[in-house]
């Protein structure tokens, strides 16, 4: 039985996740529409699959630290934020071929 935080398909709109421990978190299908997540003390395992409006400055940092596969998914944390990344216009333009 895991004990990682269950968030699949939470809506977590403004939430303040600063200082937050998501460790092997499954956050698939999660709202972070404005949600803080800058400053997370950890995100490893953590599965970002399907993860919709999350803000491009938490996206960059999660990335920054992203790592492992989550334990019962096997996703690679960081694999699952890509798709994140490219979806969200403010990240930039993500080359596509």
């Known amino acids: 039985m895991s004990t990682a935080p269950a968030l699949k398909a939470a809506k977590l709109e403004n939430a303040n996740l600063s200082g937050a421990n998501l460790r092997d978190a499954n956050l698939m299908g999660a709202v972070l529409k404005d949600a ?4 997370v003390t950890s995100i490893e395992g953590t599965d970002f699959t399907d993860v919709s409006s999350l803000i491009s400055e938490s996206a960059e940092y999660v990335g920054s630290i992203a790592s492992g596969n989550h334990p019962e998914t096997f996703r690679q944390t960081a694999l699952t934020l890509r798709n994140i990344s490219a979806s969200d216009p403010a990240a ?4 596509q071929d």
Do not use: A, E, I, P
Not at 36 to 39: D, T
């Open 36 to 39: 803080q997540l800058s400053n």
């Open 92 to 95: 930039g333009d993500v080359d």
